[in-house]
């Protein structure tokens, strides 16, 4: 089989996104004989030992790397984050009920459209106006008194924007957040949320499951009408095994918080992330030929750095040439056009300077 | 790493389940690089090309396979047959109408609860009486009319019952199956059905996809108020990439398929099933010292195959002894005691013939 030593790229994808090669190199291990057992990780019962072992480890690790605390449950879920954009509502929002969205970009519009099966939706703030180029400021925060919860996106891939603190509704209202993008790219304090959940596939894991830690008081305080399987109390009971899991993306997500320890859990991971992002986006603000497409520099995402060329037409042969030269995956969504380097966790800091030296080769050959 | 040549156990596990060991050599490989693309599996975009190949080759093969005619979908959804038995009355079934199921074990009974929170569900028959041991008679099958649906389970895991051949309601009824164990294990008429459901984890490939085989129309028909993620059309439209799908177990589901038509297709596949269980049913047919559960030979499971000890007190040194020898998770499930042996298409007919001279060498020791 092929060998650790084949040549590997520099993925920049928005997701699924690049892994540790670590993480890899025991996942190959792991897939034919899991800790001798004599049976690989996708062939293991979800209720066996060996996967008790598997999904408790993750758990535990899991809590560690967030200081999660004893009143919150961890769990991990199929469907992703669109699954949670409808389960969210279907358990805590009714019909004469209102809840808060902060309206910043595409995920954040998909939510509220599911929110709005259930009840009613009052829209915190929105940055559609710059077509989503900014996070609007707290001072711009028009929160509702009463609302059954306050959602927002905590950093929104296609353009390049992120929430440097969490918004503060008032103090009765949960505070919900879909940290997709951003989980465990830097320190976080899960006692201001009662309900975070992320997909796995940027900085987690592979596709196909999402992680959720939420205050179990919350949890219980959803709807006991719905189907078994949309109730978080049904998972909450079972640990995540009411039915057959996601095994294989639970066994990566625990490696990867395995990684994320090594790397000094969240204040490690955190100072690796500021400086991968200062490297690129120094770069971009002090460029004539590059420009990044979010100014402000508050509203900055550290994981999805988009940018663009003075002269458009360079774009299209940028990415094409960036591609030829092992540099993957950085044309921008189609919404905003140009560039984008998801620099994830698992993208080294050397990623970013092989990025930034292409820069500046294909700057001196073309500016 | 750990090679190829590490000792691998023979694996009765009823589901996730053993896979071919072929198509696990594959998965090492690709998860380092797929296709020499320089990125893993895990780590290819959903929407990038090398994907797209993926999952179109999964798809034709599944295709191929199944000979599954044109006005068909294969929809890759996530959750698993659980998700399934709700989403499936959310769709098809109102208060004002009723469905018809046939209640052959655990899994028919988790579904039925799912319908009863949408709408009526008509009993078409049950086996309840003699613990879910047989499969009914056809002449016991009393479907209604107007059935809006007729659901059945195809194979029971627990039980170690199969149906011979498919229920036949009345012609206006759409017929719906839960194929999670016995899918793609034997030749299968898709013309028979208007949606057919199986979890991946135990004849296709890993845990956290199930494969949703839908005709069009059906599709088409269910309810258009659901939340965008509960309507099959939304899977369809988007080519099952609505949202990030599974993209590894996909990507698996596409190597099982081709090892599938590797082995003769369905009909090959089929002709092996039927002479591991042969073999298995024949040796307890014949002993005075095992005996099998299901007793009806028309009911009997070729995929699961529950057998006890006379002298009961023998199971549990037998399971110990079994483990220790390398042939695992041989435990019948608790709601019906003694052993089970899976036997899905991946157990190898040696593999029953490893189990059949344990069970000779246990007999002769103990007998």
Chains 1, 2 share one sequence.
């Not at 809590?63 to 389960?87: C, E, T, W």
Request: proline share 4%; net charge neutral.
């Amino acid at each position: 089989m092929t060998t650790a030593t084949s040549a590997r790229v520099h993925n920049f994808s928005a997701g699924p996104a690049a892994l540790p090669e670590s993480v890899l190199e025991e996942a190959r291990r792991d897939l034919w004989d899991l800790h001798n057992t004599g049976i690989g990780i996708l062939e293991h019962s979800h209720r066996g030992g060996a996967f008790d072992q598997v999904i408790d480890e993750a758990e535990a690790d899991c809590r560690r790397i967030a200081n999660i605390p004893d009143n919150y449950k961890v769990l991990f879920l199929q469907g992703g984050a669109s699954h949670q954009f409808f389960m969210i509502p279907a358990n805590f929002l009714t019909k004469d009920r209102s809840a808060d969205y902060l309206n910043t970009g595409v995920w954040s519009k998909k939510a509220i459209a599911e929110a709005k099966l259930y009840g009613s939706v009052h829209t915190v703030c929105s940055s559609d106006d710059k077509n989503f180029s900014y996070i609007p400021a707290p001072d711009k925060h028009k929160f509702s008194s009463g609302a059954a919860y306050c959602h927002f996106t905590s950093n929104n891939t296609i353009f390049g924007t992120q929430f440097r603190a969490e918004p503060t509704p008032p103090a009765n209202t949960p505070l919900v957040c879909d940290a997709s993008s951003d989980i465990f790219s830097r320190r976080i304090d899960i006692s201001k949320y009662a309900l975070i959940y992320a997909g796995a596939q940027k900085n987690l894991g592979p596709a196909g499951c999402a992680l959720v830690i939420i205050r179990d008081d919350f949890a219980q305080s959803g709807s006991e009408s719905l189907p078994t399987m949309l109730q978080y109390r049904t998972h909450i009971d079972e640990g995540s095994r009411y039915n057959t899991p996601n095994t294989f993306a639970i066994y990566l997500m625990g490696r990867v918080f395995k990684w994320i320890i090594a790397q000094g859990g969240l204040p490690g991971i955190e100072d690796i992330n500021e400086q991968k992002a200062k490297l690129l986006y120094d770069e971009l603000d002090n460029s004539d030929f590059y420009f990044p497409t979010v100014t402000d520099h508050g509203s900055r995402s550290r994981m999805n750095i988009c940018f663009r060329i003075r002269d458009e037409a360079l774009e299209k042969p940028f990415i094409q040439q960036a591609e030829a030269a092992g540099l993957r995956n950085l044309k921008g969504h189609r919404s905003v056009g140009g560039m984008r380097a998801s620099i994830y966790n698992a993208i080294s800091i050397d990623s970013v300077r092989a990025l930034i030296n292409f820069m500046h080769d294909f700057e001196k050959k073309n500016g």
